[in-house]
Nanobody, 127 residues
């Protein structure tokens, strides 16, 4: 059974930074393409960043491009989301998800294509 567990959320002032972590257990991380999504109250869950199984391909939403960085450490079965220059509009619950069907270099930005989800971690950015 695959489990996905996020951590690292919290309260930060605008302009600050946070690093989210996502640990996969049950199977090796290299079998999965990974994505970070976020959902603000009353809004849909949207892609933030995605990374391929090999780590060679990444994708970012326009709203975070240049501020957020997704990375992975297969030895630790962990995916990271480094968030810099945070803005109040980044406030949301952040979810990590795993997709087991993609080839090594492909990424997915579609919520419905992901197979396993974590419970989410709250990020709140104060102005």
């Amino acid at each position: 059974q695959v489990q996905v567990v996020e951590s690292g959320g919290g309260l930060v002032q605008a302009g600050g930074s946070l690093r989210l972590s996502c640990v996969i257990s049950g199977r090796t991380l290299s079998l999965y393409a990974m994505g970070w999504f976020r959902q603000a109250p009353g809004k849909e869950r949207d892609i933030v960043a995605a990374i391929s199984r090999s780590g060679s391909s990444t994708s970012y939403s326009d709203s975070v491009k240049g501020r957020f960085t997704i990375s992975k450490d297969d030895a630790k079965n962990t995916v990271y989301l480094r968030m810099n220059n945070l803005k109040p509009e980044d406030t949301a619950v952040y979810y990590c998800a795993a997709d087991q069907r993609l080839s090594e270099t492909r990424v997915s930005t579609t919520t419905g294509e992901y197979d396993y989800w974590g419970q989410g971690t709250q990020v709140t950015v104060s102005s």
